[in-house]
């Protein structure tokens, strides 16, 4: 993950007063994070029969492991994405938001879940899809925050702002 990466280069950058650093940062940082995440996703798709094979599951298991990395492979851009915002944020001090952030991801994707699996036909497929769907709101929340520059207010950028 590029998360603590941003986290320490964007706390170093705001410590030295040089807040234009961790904007390009960020941006290198989500290229970077983006070509890595898209090469691993797609060799991840491409042979999820064998890698699901390396825990010895049954012919049954070997289909739910390779549906399950069928429905995640393609959404781990949008994880990349949060985790490199919200690693600048964590990186400025804005502790609480991280926090805030963490339980009401958890209650999106449960509410998600439940939801799908009782109002679509998903029924347990909804525990899958409902794990991008959090990450989807974790990175509109985290972009907003991000881009609203609300995050140079907090710990240790609001010292050097």
Not at 23 to 47: E, H, P, Q, Y
Not at 115 to 130: D, G, K, M, N, Q
Request: hydrophobic content about 50%; charged content about 10%.
């Amino acid at each position: 993950s590029f998360n603590p990466g941003q986290a320490t280069f964007s706390s170093q950058n705001i410590g030295a007063g040089k807040l234009d650093r961790v904007r390009r940062g960020r941006n290198a940082g989500l290229i970077m994070g983006l070509i890595c995440c898209a090469a691993i996703s797609a060799l991840t798709f491409l042979f999820r029969a064998p890698l699901v094979s390396l825990f010895g599951v049954s012919a049954e298991g070997l289909t739910y492991g390779m549906l399950h990395l069928t429905i995640l492979c393609p959404s781990l851009l949008l994880f990349c994405l949060h985790m490199t915002t919200s690693g600048v944020l964590h990186g400025a001090g804005d502790a609480k938001f991280g926090a805030f952030m963490t339980l009401s991801s958890f209650l999106i994707r449960l509410a998600a879940a439940y939801i799908l699996a009782y109002a679509t036909p998903l029924e347990y497929l909804a525990v899958w899809v409902s794990t991008p769907i959090g990450w989807f709101y974790n990175l509109a929340v985290c972009w907003w925050r991000y881009y609203s520059g609300a995050w140079k207010k907090k710990g240790i950028a609001h010292i050097k702002t």
